[in-house]
Structure formats: C-alpha cells, structure tokens
C-alpha cells in the first residue's frame, strides 16, 4: 500500500501507542512531508514504540537502532576501511569498505536512541547524511541511498548530555511526548506490556496507576516517575503475591514493592533532599494516599475500578 494512503485512511496508522494522539498526529504530517524526526520526552513515554510503529508505517524492511553513548564513533556509524582488504583491492576499493550502521538502515528507519548522547564530532559528521544523502569514508565519497528516515530521541530531563547544535537541529522536525493523557491510557499500556502471572483486581491496578499518577503532580520531584514505574508496580506485587503463596494480589503486595519498585525512579528538588530521602518520601506520600479517603475507596472498591 502506498505510505500517503496508510497515513491518510480512516484507521489508527500508529497501533502499538496506547493514546498520544498529538504525537501521532505529528508523526504522520513529518513522514507525509518525508521529514526527519527527533522524538523529544523524557524517559517511558513510548518514544521507540512509536519509532518502531513509524516503520511498520514505511514499510521498509529494516529497523536499525543506534544507541547514543559519548563512546560512539563516526566509524561505528559510517563504517571503516578494513586495513587487511585494503592490503589486498587497495586503499579507495569499496571491497576495503566495512559498512556501518547506516547503510544497514536503507530503504526503512534510521533509529537513534538519546541523540543528544553522541558526541560532537559523530554530531557533525551527520551534518552530510542528513543534508546530502552521503558520507565521507576515509579518503572517498561513498554514495548512499536517499530512501531512509532518521528518527533520534532526545530525553530534556538528562543533565549529562552533549548539546545538540542549532545547525544539527535544523535538519529535523521535533515531536514531543508526554506521559499518558488519562489514567485509562496508562493502564492500557500496562495491560498491554506488563507481564501478567496471577490475577489482579481492576482495583488495585487502577489504585497503582493512581499513585504514580499523583508523584507526577508533586512539586517536590524533580525526576517524575515513568509508565515503566506503574508497570513496575503491577509485575512485583504479582511475584510479592506468588512468593507469598497466593494466587491474586493485594493491598499488603503493593505494599511491600513500592518503595523498592519507585524511589530510584524519582528525584527530589533540592529543597526537599536534604529532609528526605527518595525512600522515605516514597513510603510517606504512599501511606498518605493508601489512607486518604480517595485512595481508601479504590483499594476497598472489590472487582473493578471506582
């Protein structure tokens, strides 16, 4: 089926995202417009879910994920010149080439998790790719193909990153992803991801979904917990429960994972670190949520959600 079609029928292009409408939205209009894309959000948002929904979506065959690490060099991208093929066909023979990721990624998706964690050098050098369409090996141009989509991620919250240029920038549209719009969206994803191995109520999937719903909103937190956290919650309290020897979660489960399953995935505004810390400001705001009148009433309400 032709792309322009797949993105302008009737259906959902983007299945495998739960929600994020805005997002999908934005995706279609940059690959309609055979752009480049940079998915900004911080970290649990479903960014390479999308990525790889993005090449269903294309329909290329390939689906070639780069990870962004300040250890990642130009040739690890580009490819090198293999000394001992170069002994034999010579130096400037493309039988002395060793491709590198890139032209793995031709005539589908480019996928470059953490963009912004790549260093400068590796960031200039795709200055060419993205403009031109080629790349310099050594001492030669290697042409490429024209028909790949480059889709980077880039979490804002992440202090120990490269800035990414202005002049890089340039080259992409951005889509931003947040956290998921409604609870029911959150526990669609869970459902959907989140390994299931003894029976859990409507409930207490709705009072987990809650919980971490409600750190999101508090001001003390400077790092906000992720899907992955309510998907962490849902999974241990079921081992919690089978170690425990039962067959069906509850309350006492969650209980005992929380503070294990979510402290180190918040951080607290320096305001609030040196009186707390993660740990315990985790096990008060859980406490004080299990026993408000809210909370009391999603994890008493038996078989569904209130």
């Known amino acids: 089926m032709d792309l322009n079609k797949k993105l302008l029928g009737k259906g959902d292009s983007f299945t495998d995202i739960v929600g994020q409408e805005k997002a999908k939205v934005q995706m279609k209009g940059a690959l309609l417009a055979g752009r480049h894309v940079i998915i900004v959000g911080a970290p649990g948002v479903g960014k390479t879910t999308i990525a790889k929904n993005a090449s269903k979506v294309i329909g290329g065959k390939n689906f070639v994920r780069v990870q962004g690490s300040p250890d990642l060099t130009v040739e690890d991208l580009f490819g090198d010149i293999d000394p001992i093929k170069a002994m034999k066909f010579g130096p400037l023979s493309k039988e002395a080439f060793t491709p590198g990721k890139i032209f793995k990624a031709d005539g589908g998706v480019l996928f470059f998790d953490e963009l912004n964690r790549c260093p400068e050098k590796l960031q200039n050098a795709l200055l060419q790719v993205l403009q031109e369409r080629k790349c310099t090996i050594g001492s030669y141009d290697v042409d490429m193909k024209a028909d790949f989509v480059f889709i980077g991620t880039m979490n804002p919250e992440d202090s120990s990153t490269e800035k990414i240029s202005d002049v890089l920038l340039d080259r992409f549209d951005v889509v931003y992803m947040g956290y998921p719009e409604t609870i029911d969206a959150e526990k669609g994803i869970v459902n959907g991801v989140g390994k299931k191995v003894c029976d859990v109520d409507g409930n207490l999937l ?101």
């Open 206 to 306: 709705h009072f987990m979904a809650y919980f971490v719903r409600l750190l999101r909103e508090s001001e003390d937190l400077e790092k906000k917990p992720s899907v992955r956290a309510t998907i962490g919650l849902y999974e241990r309290s079921q081992a919690n429960a089978l170690l425990n020897k039962k067959k069906k979660v509850d309350y006492n489960d969650i209980q005992d994972v929380v503070v294990s399953v979510l402290s180190h995935r918040i951080r607290l505004k320096p305001s609030m670190k040196y009186l707390l810390s993660p740990e315990d400001f985790v096990k008060k705001e859980f406490e004080k949520f299990a026993n408000s009148n809210v909370g009391a009433e999603i994890k008493n309400k038996k078989g569904g959600d209130p």
